[in-house]
């Protein structure tokens, strides 16, 4: 029934099954190096890092960086957010700071307030340029400059 012999048991996970999670009630100060995926549920002041995915539940909170691919939020951030990927907030996240990000999207009742720029491909205009065209700037009577 039971063989101890010829088998060896696999103590090891693929890292990209396995999930770290700060459970509510722990709080962590300092830096977070990581390859897996996040799920905060306490709370973190200083800096995380990390290719996997990060999800803040509702009790969730990180002051600080955060650096990363693709981020749920239902808690709160303040600092410095960078993804290379997508920031989903739902309605119950609070997000302060700066932001840079691949896509953003957000369920009404989101609390955002922050700096914006999102990073991702240029995409061509209709006539082939790439370049945004700025619109046309309107003179005023009696404002226009004399050299």
Do not use: W, Y
């Not at 390859?35 to 969730?60: C, H, L, P, Q, Y």
């Not at 840079?100 to 999102?118: D, H, Q, R, W, Y």
């Amino acid at each position: 029934m039971f063989s101890t012999g010829s088998k060896k048991n696999k103590t090891t996970m693929e890292t990209s099954t396995q999930q770290n999670i700060i459970a509510q009630g722990t709080k962590i100060v300092g830096d977070i190096n990581s390859s897996g995926a996040f799920r905060i549920d306490g709370t973190i002041e200083g800096n995380v890092k990390t290719s996997g995915k990060v999800v803040v539940g509702k009790m969730g909170f990180i002051k600080g960086t955060l650096q990363g691919e693709n981020a749920d939020f239902e808690g709160k951030f303040s600092g410095k957010l960078q993804l290379s990927g997508t920031l989903t907030l739902k309605s119950t996240a609070h997000i302060e700071g700066e932001v840079v990000i691949g896509k953003l999207a957000v369920e009404p009742g989101a609390t955002f307030n922050a700096t914006c720029s999102m990073k991702g491909a240029v995409k061509p205009l209709g006539n082939g340029t790439t370049q945004a065209t700025r619109p046309k700037q309107q003179t005023i009577p009696g404002t226009e400059k004399t050299a």
